[in-house]
């Protein structure tokens, strides 16, 4: 039976040391602590420590205390060193520096029924941050060959907290995609498209509560300037009129606050987030596209929809439920977009879906999940999602959610006359799963899900989402 155990703790030490955006332990813990009279981004603006623990203070281990001990149960919080006991067995963890990481990610999602004739959807990226001068200079990037998405922040020229901020995206995904409308794909309107979005700008930053190197307060104006492609395929209508090829011009304006901390799986524990974009974009030589009769449907002429807008923003909070302890964590965020009513169309409507939804890295805030949809699968022209998640700590690297979303947006219609319009639907889904360390630097999650109506052809759905990831 001691073997049994001690090769569970083994598990455990492993497990404990593997969120998917953790680094190895040994990284000193004085890389990402407070130093007393460093430049803005290490302190307050009142000119205190950034965090309330010294450096030598972050690398005392936290002992894990059970409810009937001395003290109440307290989860261990991401970087922290952390001394506890997993069956009958001491573990022991090094604090650890966070803000520098390398991981891969793999997983595969599934919904039935299908949405647009698609019911599998793989799920494979290289994740990479990096930080310099004390975090005034920044790194992110997701790379996925046919899409990949980097930035690049520096205020190292300045003490006031302004940075120089440069980015890019690319959807070039080589397979052509179906206009999808209630969930059904429609025949002929095959075509494959894609855009490639470049920007500079300028930023703002400011340091938050509790001083992790995420926590801030950031403001950014960015000129994006782009280019917009489409191309027939052989299921593509004879007598469809595609879209021009186009640069496109684009002014985006971002919020986003970070106040949460985070536990050792990187799952936001305690605190709050808000954020915000204004995305205003004109496509510089664009024209109507579309057909009058491909599958019995007029679709969307766009002749004036060169210019379009789109505002959105989120909310969220984490906390824990009063007289329990830390083991129970309640979670609450909406999300709202709004375009103005016939200015979005296929390609410049917003678009969400599915996908995981453990929050881990701070950009993916913003990101609205739907239960049981694919992964940016709905074009929607407004829309407003609220959820709330209650999570649950087995182990300090298990946590188990139960998520409940309620949704309603204005989705694209067939409509009697054959038309397609963007009009309003009204979708409710729940979500189980589990966030868990593995050995190797390695983490996993695990979710199923039920939708009901609304977004997939009007009919309950289901959903199952498997991701992996290691940090190296």
């Not at 300045?158 to 206009?179: Q, S």
């Not at 129970?328 to 999300?335: E, L, M, N, Q």
Request: charged share 20%.
């Amino acid at each position: 039976m001691s073997t049994v155990r001690a090769a569970l703790a083994s598990l455990a030490v492993a497990a404990a040391l593997t969120a998917s955006l953790a680094t190895p332990v040994g990284a000193r813990a004085e890389d990402d602590a407070p130093r007393p009279g460093a430049p803005l981004g290490e302190t307050r603006p009142d000119g205190g420590p950034r965090a309330a623990r010294t450096p030598a203070a972050a690398a005392e281990p936290r002992v894990d205390r059970s409810p009937a001990g001395t003290l109440p149960y307290r989860t261990p919080r991401a970087g922290e060193a952390f001394h506890t006991s997993v069956f009958g067995e001491d573990v022991a963890l090094e604090a650890r520096q966070r803000s520098d990481v390398l991981s891969v990610t793999l997983g595969l999602q599934a919904v039935t029924p299908n949405v647009g004739g698609r019911s599998f959807l793989p799920i494979g990226a290289i994740y990479a941050r990096q930080h310099w001068m004390q975090h005034r200079r920044r790194i992110r990037a997701i790379i996925a060959g046919v899409v990949n998405d980097a930035s690049f922040e520096d205020g190292t020229w300045n003490d006031l907290g302004f940075e120089f901020i440069a980015n890019w995206r690319n959807d070039t995904i080589p397979v052509a995609t179906t206009e999808v409308v209630s969930g059904s794909e429609l025949e002929g309107s095959d075509l494959r498209w894609g855009q490639l979005v470049g920007g500079l700008g300028f930023g703002w930053r400011m340091p938050l509560r509790p001083f992790q190197f995420e926590n801030s307060l950031q403001l950014q104006v960015l000129y994006e300037l782009g280019y917009f492609y489409t191309d027939e395929v052989s299921d593509t209508d004879p007598n469809a009129d595609l879209p021009p090829d186009t640069p496109l011009h684009q002014l985006h304006v971002k919020l986003r606050a970070d106040g949460f901390e985070r536990n050792l799986m990187e799952l936001i524990h305690e605190g709050f987030g808000f954020g915000g974009d204004l995305v205003l974009g004109v496509r510089q030589n664009w024209d109507e596209f579309g057909a009058t009769n491909i599958d019995n449907v007029v679709l969307r002429r766009a002749d004036e929809n060169d210019e379009y807008l789109r505002l959105s923003g989120y909310a969220a909070i984490a906390g824990g439920p009063p007289f329990v302890s830390e083991r129970h964590r309640v979670i609450a965020s909406i999300h709202a977009g709004w375009s103005p009513s016939g200015n979005a169309d296929r390609f410049s409507a917003f678009r969400k879906g599915g996908g995981p939804s453990n929050t881990q890295d701070p950009a993916d805030l913003a990101r609205s999940p739907f239960p049981g949809a694919l992964i940016e699968a709905v074009p929607m022209e407004r829309y407003a999602l609220a959820t709330l998640e209650y999570r649950y700590e087995a182990l300090f690297f298990v946590f188990l959610h139960f998520r409940a979303t309620f949704a309603r947006a204005r989705i694209p219609i067939l409509k009697g006359d054959g038309e397609i319009e963007f009009d309003d639907e009204t979708s409710w889904g729940t979500s189980v799963g589990v966030t868990s360390g593995l050995p190797f630097y390695s983490q996993i999650y695990l979710e199923y899900s039920y939708t009901s109506n609304g977004f997939l052809r009007g009919e309950d759905g289901h959903g199952f989402l498997v991701v992996w990831s290691k940090a190296f």
